[in-house]
Antibody, heavy 121, light 110 residues
Framework: QLQLQESGPGLVKPSETLSLTCTVS??????????WGWIRQPPGKGLEWIGS???????YYNPSLKSRVTMSVDTSKNQFSLKLSSVTAADTAVYYC?????????????WGQGTLVTVSS | QSVLTQPPSASGTPGQRVTISCSGS????????GYWYQQVPGTAPKLLIY???ERPSGVPDRFSGSKSGTSASLAISGLRSEDEADYYC???????????FGGGTKLTVL
């Protein structure tokens, strides 16, 4: 059974860079059939897609976050990662990693449990 | 302001049928598949409907999806107390080259 687990600091200072890693078990990030993505949810609000990455490093980013987002994949560790720079309080959210049903045009189906990241000094 | 528009709330009594709408545009729902997610507060979203009307294995057939033009709909029949959750529609947007979500609909089972 595919499982995804987010990890990273739960508290980040304003203007710093948020860094999260998603560890995949029961499957491989090298599988050519799937994209892997990040979605976030501010407290009490809706879902926002951050971006998605393919095993070869091909990425799609949310245009509203593109200037601050970097995603990468580490096939040797079966992980993929998210970096969001110059964070503000508005970036406080639960961050989910997920696997798409297939290519980029198919939605996420497997989700991690999510990790709360708070931006505060 | 979400790209996809959903009513903020919906309600029904046990056994009833409820429908949740999702209004988009020609660049998302109008030209791509609609997806629906169920989220019980405090947990990760769960895929309910993909490619407009397909159900993943394990999702009861009480849940059904449809699409007409630039709108998608989720119908829940035989409403149960455990269906009380937030529901989100989603789709690929060609103009944004990215995934967009609706603002979510909170379903209350009275």
């Amino acid at each position: 059974q595919l499982q995804l687990q987010e990890s990273g600091p739960g508290l980040v200072k304003p203007s710093e860079t948020l860094s999260l890693t998603c560890t995949v078990s029961g499957g491989s990030v090298s599988n050519t059939n799937y994209y892997w993505g990040w979605i976030r949810q501010p407290p009490g609000k809706g879902l926002e897609w951050i971006g998605s990455i393919y095993y070869n490093g091909n990425t799609y980013y949310n245009p509203s976050l593109k200037s601050r987002v970097t995603m990468s994949v580490d096939t040797s560790k079966n992980q993929f990662s998210l970096k969001l720079s110059s964070v503000t309080a508005a970036d406080t959210a639960v961050y989910y990693c997920a696997r798409h049903l297939g290519g980029i045009f198919s939605g996420p189906n497997y989700w991690g449990q999510g990790t709360l990241v708070t931006v505060s000094s | 302001q979400s790209v996809l528009t959903q009513p903020p709330s919906a309600s029904g009594t046990p056994g009833q049928r409820v429908t949740i709408s999702c209004s988009g545009s020609s660049s998302n729902i109008g030209s791509n598949y609609g997806y629906w997610y169920q989220q019980v507060p405090g947990t990760a979203p769960k895929l309910l409907i993909y490619r407009n009307n397909e159900r993943p294995s394990g999702v009861p057939d009480r849940f059904s999806g449809s699409k007409s033009g630039t709108s998608a709909s989720l119908a829940i029949s035989g409403l149960r107390s455990e269906d009380e959750a937030d529901y989100y529609c989603a789709g690929w947007d060609d103009s944004l080259s990215g995934w967009v979500f609706g603002g979510g609909t909170k379903l209350t089972v009275l």
